[in-house]
């Protein structure tokens, strides 16, 4: 198919990009164009060789960890759009009045007080969440360190034309335009000066995580191993479940190093060994930790970007099929000789998807420790699984508008599904495995217990 490379570096400079951004978008717009699918098939991955994978609670004790070289950065440039959201996800209320970013800001804030150490916190923007985000961390005066910025930018791609390879045009300018997935921040970091900044304060390992994960805290024992051993790249997983079965999984190449594989890389007629959770076992909690002068080294070597395996991300925008280049961050994993994995436990991994898990956290199934972290409820060994029916429930304002009165307690709660239109009120409890449908055009719940069992209202 023709490459149309020319009209895209057209589009990208007159919106002033710049050219290393150009660059990495040629290396991935080249791979589509010379026909790659960016698939990874059986024949090019094999389970992980497990002399690779680390166990967490082998771990050591983690007094030793270089705290004082640490730097943390939380992933937000997401709009939350699969809850229908238009703003910065990290604003929404998660505990009492506390936002993801309160939680966020007063963790790290609270670490360094009790480790005595200045750990910059940073958090990687789009030009949808810049402004808000920064805005609502005014209150916190003491969050910047070292004449760190407190953010810096994703880019952005042009969106592709799936039977032409052009440009797609669209007259919302915004529309033609996609996030070049997280991968991109290796770049960014170099790009925006963070990278050097950090190197230059003497900072030399960085803690990346999802700012929707509250469970991704500052973990000493993992960075300890990482500088007692020298290891460049560590990614946290966790063991897959049946919920876990969809998405991402760990595995290797045919060179023997780790590789991350995402769902849109796998062949279609693979899909049932993709799932099989007995077969790749570990999932990416997109917990990354990265040596940072092993990071300045590979650009250096690859003209400032890395040339991470491309995600060729299809969808149908205003009656026409796109193509969206994008990368993960976890697929760094690969570029890295020495990268490891370590198999960490649950809890290090909450992070707020959809409006189910916004749910559960919400709920008193989970609770805002001291240290300002959010831990299960006393006796909870897991979350409690919630399915919501996504006709009343997926939209955020949807949502918010059926538990004005009341959170429902799951506490005590291992599973609820919830079909129909049902607004819950004051002080109803679920215990137990409760599924709760509604047949009738609206139902409200007030005063209610449920307890294993199916209610048809």
Known sequence: MTNNFTK???????????????????YFYDKLADGETGLLSRDTISVPDEKRIMDYNEL???????LEKLAVIKLNGGLGTSMGLAKAKSLLKIKDEHTF????????????EIKKKDIPLLFMNSFNTSDDTLQYLEKYSRLKLNKL????????FPKVLAESLSPFEDSDDLMTWNPPGHGEIYMVMKQSGVLDMLLARGYRYIFISNSD????????RILEKMANDNIPFIMEVCYRTEMDKKGGHLAGDVNGKLILRESAQCPAEEITEFQDINHYRYFNTNNLWVDLQALDQKLAENDNFLQLTPIM???????????QLESAMGAAIN??????????????FLPVK??????????????LTESWQLELAEGRKQAPQVNLDEHYYKNINDFEERMARGIPSLKHCESLNVSGNIYFGENVRVNGKVSISASRKEEELVNRTFSDGEYNL
Do not use: C, W
């Not at 050591?60 to 270089?66: C, D, I, M, R, V």
């Not at 970013?101 to 360094?112: G, K, N, P, S, T």
């Not at 994960?213 to 000493?220: F, I, M, P, Q, Y």
């Open 8 to 26: 895209f570096a057209k589009k990208m400079h007159a919106a002033q990009m710049s050219e290393t951004v150009i660059s990495s978008f040629k």
């Open 60 to 66: 050591g004790n983690g007094e030793k960890a270089p």
């Open 101 to 112: 970013l309160d939680i966020i800001a007063r963790q790290i804030m609270h670490y360094r």
């Open 149 to 156: 910025p407190l953010d810096f930018l994703q880019n952005k």
């Open 213 to 220: 994960n509250l469970g991704a805290v500052v973990d000493s």
């Open 313 to 323: 991300n299809k969808k149908h925008v205003n009656g026409k099929n796109v193509i």
């Open 335 to 348: 570029i890295f000789a020495d990268s490891h994995a370590v198999v960490v436990n649950r809890d290090r």
């Open 354 to 367: 959809k409006t189910n898990e916004f749910l559960a956290v919400l709920s008193d199934a989970y609770e």
